[in-house]
């Protein structure tokens, strides 16, 4: 532990206004990456990104916040800064779990909050389930926690997933990697995501980019592109679910992932889910924005986020606190 925690390289950064130092922990294949903002003593909250995005995801969000938190942002491996996975090697939840608890024991956390947006959400539901001792709060952003599968349509998806992996590595041998100009890179980011707007793409791109000869190149894996193998149902997402202890707030966008479903059975689903967050008294709240309105419309969300971290961390550490002095 002494010897994770003495490899952890913070590094001070300007390109932030306030105060942000640069986070690095060495793992088998690299190095996870992230920043980190806050005092550091406070509270300690990790931050997990959506797919394809990275850790600037949360840079308009985290100044609103309480300033009483540590805040740690993730780039999740493939994304970002972070290492790319080893060849041969698939993306999946549980590999990110497991990235997760590689930072957290680096840092030394036994106990902190999460907060997740999109896929980081459903990494952060995971980690909660199964490390249910570790996690004080979560917070989930237009993310459900979990993202459950037709169980008939599992082995159909986890062999594209498989054969995609192979084409993959037949063809990216002879492959160069597509360069671009800074402009045209903001362009093709917006094309394939249309819930940024032009400054949060650029804010993205911080990270998200890396200099070529003639330009730059996108930074992240392209395999987090390929069909996901590992796949769980609503049985199992809800028996997951259940194993939470932390205290949860779900802030979903108006126009945000749910829109994208189309499918009966695909928001069945997801009324479930929210269900069973409100039968074990967590919170679900709704603001007017898209999916990535946490970096879009950050005034929206704050609120809600700082109420409950205040709520369910802040004030209980000060009780905690008190009580301690109270026995001295």
Same mark, same amino acid.
């Given at each position: 532990?002494?010897?994770?925690?003495?490899?952890?390289?913070?590094?001070?950064?300007?390109?932030?206004?306030?105060? =942000?130092?640069?986070?690095?922990?060495?793992?088998?294949?690299?190095?996870?990456?992230?920043?980190?903002?806050?005092?550091?003593?406070?509270?300690?909250?990790?931050?997990?990104?959506?797919?394809?995005?990275?850790?600037?995801?949360? @840079?308009?969000?985290?100044?609103?916040?309480?300033?009483?938190?540590?805040?740690?942002?993730?780039?999740?491996?493939?994304?970002?800064?972070?290492?790319?996975?080893?060849?041969?090697?698939?993306?999946?939840?549980?590999?990110? =779990?497991?990235?997760?608890?590689? =930072?957290?024991?680096?840092?030394?956390?036994?106990?902190?909050?999460?907060?997740?947006?999109?896929?980081?959400?459903?990494?952060?539901?995971?980690?909660?389930?199964?490390?249910?001792?570790?996690?004080?709060?979560? !917070?989930?952003?237009?993310?459900?926690?979990?993202?459950?599968?037709?169980?008939?349509?599992?082995?159909?998806?986890?062999?594209?997933?498989?054969?995609?992996?192979?084409?993959? %590595?037949?063809?990216?041998?002879?492959?160069?990697?597509?360069?671009?100009?800074?402009?045209?890179?903001? %362009?093709?980011?917006?094309?394939?995501?249309?819930?940024?707007?032009?400054?949060?793409?650029?804010?993205?791109? %911080?990270?998200?980019?890396?200099?070529? %000869?003639?330009?730059?190149?996108?930074?992240?894996?392209?395999?987090? @592109?390929?069909?996901? =193998?590992?796949?769980?149902?609503?049985?199992?997402?809800?028996?997951?679910?259940?194993?939470?202890?932390?205290?949860?707030?779900?802030?979903?966008?108006?126009?945000?992932?749910?829109?994208?479903?189309?499918?009966?059975?695909?928001?069945?689903?997801?009324?479930?889910?929210?269900?069973?967050?409100?039968?074990?008294?967590?919170? !679900?709240?709704?603001?007017?924005?898209?999916?990535? !309105?946490?970096?879009? @419309?950050?005034?929206?969300?704050?609120?809600? !986020?700082?109420?409950?971290?205040?709520?369910?961390?802040?004030?209980?550490?000060?009780?905690?606190?008190?009580?301690?002095?109270?026995?001295?």
């Amino acid at each position: 532990m002494i010897n994770a925690l003495k490899s952890v390289r913070l590094m001070s950064s300007s390109s932030v206004k306030q105060a =942000v130092s640069e986070l690095s922990v060495p793992v088998p294949w690299g190095e996870i990456r992230g920043r980190v903002w806050g005092p550091e003593h406070g509270s300690p909250v990790l931050c997990l990104h959506g797919w394809a995005d990275n850790s600037g995801t949360f @840079n308009t969000l985290l100044p609103l916040l309480p300033k009483d938190c540590r805040y740690v942002a993730m780039d999740l491996a493939g994304h970002g800064c972070s290492s790319h996975r080893p060849a041969g090697v698939l993306y999946s939840f549980p590999s990110y =779990v497991m990235d997760v608890r590689r =930072v957290v024991e680096a840092l030394r956390w036994t106990k902190f909050s999460i907060i997740g947006h999109s896929m980081g959400g459903n990494v952060g539901g995971l980690f909660s389930a199964l490390y249910p001792e570790m996690v004080e709060s979560l !917070v989930l952003l237009d993310s459900f926690g979990f993202l459950p599968t037709q169980t008939k349509d599992i082995p159909r998806l986890v062999r594209q997933g498989l054969d995609e992996m192979i084409e993959y %590595e037949k063809t990216m041998a002879d492959k160069k990697t597509r360069v671009y100009t800074y402009e045209k890179a903001v %362009e093709r980011l917006l094309a394939g995501n249309k819930s940024l707007t032009a400054e949060s793409a650029k804010i993205l791109l %911080e990270r998200g980019l890396v200099p070529a %000869e003639g330009g730059v190149m996108f930074s992240r894996d392209f395999r987090i @592109n390929l069909k996901n =193998v590992v796949r769980i149902g609503l049985e199992q997402s809800l028996e997951l679910l259940s194993r939470i202890q932390a205290s949860v707030l779900v802030v979903l966008a108006e126009d945000g992932f749910e829109r994208m479903f189309s499918e009966t059975e695909e928001r069945e689903f997801t009324s479930a889910l929210l269900q069973a967050y409100r039968d074990r008294n967590h919170a !679900v709240a709704t603001v007017p924005g898209n999916h990535h !309105v946490h970096l879009n @419309n950050p005034e929206n969300v704050a609120p809600l !986020v700082s109420d409950f971290l205040q709520t369910k961390v802040l004030s209980l550490s000060s009780r905690l606190t008190d009580g301690q002095i109270s026995k001295l």
